[in-house]
């Protein structure tokens, strides 16, 4: 039988949901707003967006971008941030211009993507990747930094190469901020995803929520919105099964239940 607190930790994600189900249904009947469906309608909107093909295809091309988004965002910025980490000269010069960066909204850089790029897929993917990039090089950055000189000098002494203490001592020990780093970047993956097929309205989850809204249909928006929060949810636990497993010996005595793992 599972213990009373593990069974509360894995339920209180799902009380929190069901009452903020609960608070929208009250809401919607209240305000009696046309533009504002109850919690009731929106859900039942959601079996005909997920029983049309073309809807499921939008949504898939949605999760291609973001899957390719980040996969390439990590494999660039991890090692980068490991090389700002051990590098003062290699910080010093990458770090004024990810300042610049950082501060802009994703979304911002959009129409000077779209006159460069055109509007498919190569700009929303890029959008994508400059949005998980930042967090993903700063967590890395922070675990390098964080990782005992001893441990370097001694794989120095054993004769390591620079390039072989970056990969055997550096990595291994910076991968728990790593992967919060990546967690983190997941979720802004979604929302740069969502934000971009907004702006740049081809194909994909973001057109669906948009051109429903255009047309009023508002139960399919909010039923959008439903599903992209989910993906969120659903997203979110898997990583954090996974980060759980390699990183089982970093685990914290206390972690906040921001899914359903």
């Not at 990458?94 to 460069?116: E, S, T």
């Not at 967690?183 to 993956?189: D, E, I, K, Q, W």
């Not at 669906?208 to 919105?225: E, K, P, R, S, W």
């Amino acid at each position: 039988m599972m213990p009373p607190t593990t069974l509360a930790r894995r339920a209180a994600p799902v009380l929190a949901c069901i009452g903020l189900l609960a608070l929208w249904q009250v809401a919607a009947l209240a305000l009696k707003n046309d533009s504002f469906p109850t919690a009731i309608e929106a859900i039942r909107a959601i079996p005909s967006i997920l029983g049309d093909k073309e809807a499921l295809i939008n949504i898939i091309a949605s999760l291609r971008r973001m899957a390719i988004g980040f996969g390439v965002a990590v494999f660039v910025s991890i090692p980068l941030g490991l090389m700002m980490g051990r590098s003062r000269a290699v910080a010093a010069f990458f770090n004024p211009l990810l300042m610049v960066i950082y501060p802009v909204p994703k979304a911002a850089l959009m129409p000077i993507i779209m006159l460069w790029l055109g509007v498919g897929d190569i700009t929303k993917t890029l959008v994508i990747f400059l949005g998980v990039s930042l967090p993903v090089i700063y967590h890395s950055f922070e675990g390098a930094k964080a990782v005992e000189e001893k441990m370097l000098w001694s794989g120095a002494a054993m004769g390591l190469s620079a390039a072989q203490r970056m990969v055997r001592i550096v990595l291994p020990a910076s991968l728990p901020e790593i992967l919060t780093g990546c967690r983190t970047g997941l979720v802004l993956a979604l929302i740069t995803m969502i934000t971009s097929e907004m702006i740049a309205r081809q194909s994909g989850a973001g057109n669906i929520l948009f051109n429903a809204l255009d047309m009023g249909q508002y139960d399919t928006v909010f039923a959008m919105i439903i599903i992209v929060g989910a993906m969120g949810i659903g997203l979110d636990a898997l990583f954090e099964r996974v980060r759980a497993k390699l990183v089982r010996w970093s685990e914290p005595q206390f972690d906040m239940p921001l899914s359903f793992s």
